[in-house]
């Protein structure tokens, strides 16, 4: 049994490729063959966990995980192009083998599991998973005609999700109740300026990414070891000169 579980994580990144391949070449089928995919992450990671780690806790370290996989299913909707096709399939394949392989070690051998790795990993999949979703969402709306409210409730739920699922290893259970209500008003703010931008949808996810992931960041200055008085300038200015120089540079529709 333990030899099936190490090589879990390898097949069921083999397994992403294989269902979002077959997802893309079928079409007529979605979400059916995707969704294969996407449970297959959450039930490998119970089997992984299991009498190992906290039902609870593995939830929390694994949801964003599952929230990017997620994205990358519904991006399937509007990817076009070899390249982007790609990109999915790969980013499918090598988050679900990282975020188990690092699952795995926190259950089954601790003393070389990175300190805080999945906490890490899942801050670094925040802008990749919010960007697919504000470009397929936009998307909808574009070409579908969806009702404006769901881009602002997609985001607003994202952002509480994210906001909460990411929390400092060391926040108590006030300051994640908190962050997640400032992770719904932010969600809910960028979706509603995906309403009124008139922008293309690639500058609608990269503005959303960027929002957010920026506001996540400043929930690090919270906890010890705090950033130095400079590095929070030099961020601050960074993220404001790069949201100035997209809505500089954006091609207004």
Do not use: C, D
Not at 38 to 59: E, N, Y
Not at 99 to 123: C, D, H, T, W
């Amino acid at each position: 049994m333990i030899i099936l579980l190490r090589i879990l994580p390898l097949l069921v990144a083999l397994l992403q490729v294989g269902v979002f391949l077959s997802q893309l070449n079928n079409p007529q089928n979605y979400p059916w063959i995707v969704l294969t995919g996407v449970l297959a992450l959450p039930i490998a990671s119970f089997f992984i966990i299991w009498k190992r780690v906290g039902f609870k806790h593995m939830v929390e370290k694994m949801t964003p995980s599952f929230i990017l996989l997620v994205a990358l299913a519904f991006a399937l909707l509007l990817v076009e192009s070899r390249v982007a096709q790609t990109a999915v399939v790969a980013i499918a394949a090598v988050s679900s083998f990282v975020s188990l392989e690092l699952l795995f070690l926190l259950a089954f051998n601790p003393s070389k599991y990175p300190v805080n790795a999945l906490s890490r990993l899942n801050i670094a999949y925040v802008p990749i998973a919010v960007w697919y979703i504000a470009y397929t969402l936009n998307g909808l709306q574009t070409f579908l005609h969806m009702g404006r409210v769901w881009p602002a409730v997609g985001m607003t739920l994202l952002g509480a999700i994210l906001f909460r699922t990411t929390g400092h290893p060391e926040a108590t259970r006030q300051q994640n109740i908190l962050w997640t209500g400032v992770g719904a008003l932010v969600g809910a703010h960028v979706g509603l300026l995906g309403i009124i931008m008139p922008i293309s949808m690639p500058m609608q996810g990269i503005i959303a990414a960027l929002l957010l992931s920026g506001a996540l960041r400043v929930r690090r200055y919270v906890h010890n070891p705090k950033p130095s008085r400079k590095q929070s300038w030099i961020e601050g200015i960074v993220a404001l000169a790069a949201f100035a120089a997209l809505l500089g540079t954006a091609k207004w529709l």
